[in-house]
């Protein structure tokens, strides 16, 4: 019986360990798959990263490669070339010939007027600007570059190794501005002229460039400030309107004024009170408008600067009102004002029927300061200006009077409404001294 019970245990025993064994192979084979199928999710995350990633970089690159052709039009041109001063006001360079024969393989000629890319790389800065091409003779590995692009580089020649030459296209600018750097570029007269003058030389254009226009013998630097539809365009075969900012000069010596006139104003309030801030009263019939008065409070005093600086500052903040003038494609409901300033000078400009007649005293003041008129040299404001300003016609004859236009209690009138509604109209400019 001992030796059935024993042996009976231990077959148990035997059986007992048969299953445990079983169990945890059965535990570890389970433990195993989920190992190998968690390795395998991990690696198909992976693929699929990597697929995307792969992805992704393809389409930067296309990306890329569409931007290079849409800016190059496919034509592959980029080279380093030591730089040398030319004579020249433009913005062409003289290239090696080796360029002609790589742009002439490609048809870059067909793509119009040569436009290229320049860049200037120092350890502090990157310098880019735009230029055309003069002629293909420059010794082989190096650049004719022009003062002008030498100035929109801000770098001194000297000191340039090598700039970085890129074929581009460009699109056709249709809007510049640009701010003269010092005010006595109200010497130039005929400011249209000398600008067409000095742009027709010119292939194209990008913001931060410099300009030097020249006028009876002096140079006049502009820098150009801002660029429609881009910040770099072509000049070639388009139309451009220009504007002009007021000069670099006079906004820094109104930096200095605002900021000598605030210090003034914490040490001794009751002395500098603003205008703005005395009680509100009706404006006498002589008084400009708000506009005009406001233009009055924003100019430097006689006891700031000198006369000629007052007029720079007078002078372009009236052009700063001056509404820009119709398009030569519209000829509907526009008038041609011919002015006749005291001085016998006509000055022509086209106005719609609708435009206040405000803008016909702006304009008159405008082209007084700019002639330099005698008669308003010991002027100082706006209001000065405008009021002594006399309108007049002959055929109806007609008075316009300063206090009938500005007066606020008055309606505003247009031209229409002062019978300044024919294709053109003769105005006569006298000047009152007494107003």
């Known amino acids: 019986m001992i030796d059935l019970d024993l042996r009976s245990s231990k077959l148990e025993k035997e059986q007992q360990k048969r299953l445990d064994d079983a169990r945890k192979k059965r535990a570890k084979e389970v433990q195993q798959q989920r190992e190998h199928a968690k390795r395998e999710l991990e690696m198909a995350e992976r693929a699929a990263q990597r697929r995307a ?9 296309q990306i890329a490669e569409d931007d290079e052709r849409r800016i190059t039009g496919g034509i592959r041109f980029l080279h380093s070339l030591k730089p040398y001063l030319i004579e020249g006001e433009d913005d062409k360079v003289i290239l090696p010939e080796d ?19 320049l860049i200037c790389k120092s ?9 055309g091409v003069r002629e293909f003779s420059a010794p082989a590995g190096t650049i004719g570059v022009p003062q002008k692009v030498i100035d929109s580089l801000d ?9 970085s ?109 603003p205008i703005h801030t005395q009680p509100t009263r009706t404006p006498s019939p002589a008084e400009p408008s708000s506009v005009f008065r406001s ?34 494609q519209e000829k509907q409901n526009v008038v041609a004002i011919k002015v006749k300033l005291p001085n016998g000078v006509t000055k022509v400009r086209r106005f719609a029927h609708s435009t206040l007649l405000q ?35 002959r055929a109806p004859a007609r008075s316009i009077r300063y206090a009938d236009v500005f007066h606020e209690d008055i309606p505003a009138k ?22």
């Open 53 to 61: 990633e792969l992805e992704k970089e393809e389409m930067a690159r």
């Open 99 to 117: 360029c002609l024969t790589e742009l002439t393989q490609q048809d870059a000629f067909g793509r119009g007027a040569l436009t290229f890319q």
């Open 123 to 131: 350890v502090t800065k990157e310098a880019t600007t735009h230029c």
């Open 155 to 163: 770098v001194n020649i000297a000191e340039v190794t090598s700039l």
């Open 165 to 273: 030459i890129k074929f581009v296209l460009l699109p056709k600018c249709t809007f510049a501005k640009l701010q003269p750097m010092h005010n006595n570029f109200i010497e130039v007269g005929p400011v249209k002229m000398c600008l067409e003058e000095n742009l027709r030389f010119h292939t194209c254009l990008t913001v931060g460039d410099q300009l030097t226009v020249w006028y009876r013998g002096k140079p006049h630097i502009l820098c150009v400030t801002e660029m429609k539809p881009d910040n770099k365009g072509s000049l070639v075969d388009t139309d451009v309107e220009i504007d002009l900012e007021l000069s670099e000069e006079y906004l820094k010596h109104q930096q200095e004024t605002n900021k000598a006139a605030h210090t003034l104003g914490r040490a001794s309030p009751s002395d500098s009170a």
């Open 295 to 328: 233009l009055n409070e924003s100019t430097p005093s006689s006891g700031a600067s000198t006369g000629f600086t007052d007029h720079v500052a007078l002078l372009n903040l009236l052009k700063l009102q001056l509404q820009d003038e119709p398009s030569a």
């Open 359 to 393: 803008q016909l005293f702006v304009f008159v003041a405008t082209e007084l300061l700019q002639a330099q008129c005698a008669e308003i040299s010991q002027m100082r404001t706006v209001d000065s200006i405008l009021s002594s300003v006399q309108l007049s016609t």
């Open 414 to 435: 247009t031209f229409a409404d002062a019978g300044l509604n024919t294709v053109s109209e003769l105005v006569f400019v006298s000047l009152s001294l007494n107003s």
